[in-house]
């Protein structure tokens, strides 16, 4: 059964760091690219990063570019998302997902981990 | 970016009937679409992909349809659990994009 398991959220205070994991298990972890999607309260869904197989491309929205990076340790089965300068604008609920291929749909979700930016 | 925009905003239909949700996106996207169904405090759930492919273990009362920039979402004899939020996705060209949800709801 694939299932992935979000930790690593929170409070923290405008400018600070967080950093968000998320292992994988039931599949081949090191086969599939993996993404974060978030979902502020109430409103819809944004995808937010994705990185390759291997870890050698990654891909951010405009929204947080330069500000976060999207990694894997395919030995740990772990997706990890840095999240540097946080704004209030970054309050969500992150979601790492699997993707059908290299540039498919997200076929699997995680329960999501919850971040609040708020001083 | 491709803009994805979802009609109606709220669809209310009775049980037993049948819904159809709308998604066009600002350009072709092929058939690199997907639909998702999110209940309240729970992740969302893949039921198709590549615009017609219905996902592992979704009903078969759940269909999609559509290329370029028009697609649908159909959902046959509406049960209980239906009644939630959908969204469709582009992931035809980066930044991945999501429309902005249609509840569906008993009439």
């Known amino acids: 059964e694939v299932q992935l398991l979000e930790s690593g959220g929170g409070l923290v205070r405008p400018g600070g760091s967080l950093r968000l994991s998320c292992a994988a298990s039931g599949f081949t972890f090191s086969g599939f690219a993996m993404s974060w999607v978030r979902q502020a309260p109430g409103k819809g869904l944004e995808w937010v990063s994705t990185v390759s197989y291997s870890g050698g491309s990654t891909y951010f929205a405009d929204s947080v570019k330069g500000r976060f990076t999207i990694s894997r340790d395919n030995s740990k089965n772990i997706l990890f998302l840095q999240m540097n300068s946080l704004r209030a604008e970054d309050t969500a609920v992150y979601y790492c997902a699997r993707r059908i291929g290299y540039v498919g749909a997200f076929d699997y979700w995680g329960q999501g981990a919850p971040v609040t930016v708020s001083s | ?107």
């Open chain 2, 1 to 107: 970016e491709i803009l994805m925009t979802q009609s109606p905003a709220t669809l209310s239909v009775s049980p037993g009937e049948r819904g159809i949700l709308s998604c066009r996106a600002s350009q072709s996207v092929g058939s690199s679409l997907a639909w998702y169904q999110q209940k309240p405090g729970q992740a969302p759930r893949l039921l198709i992909y590549d615009a017609s492919t219905r996902a592992t273990g979704i009903p078969a009362r759940f269909s999609g349809s559509g290329s370029g920039t028009e697609f649908s979402l159909t959902i046959d004899s509406l049960q209980s659990e239906d009644f939630v939020v959908y969204y469709c996705l582009q992931y035809n060209k980066w930044p991945d994009t999501f429309g902005q949800g249609t509840k569906l709801e008993i009439k």
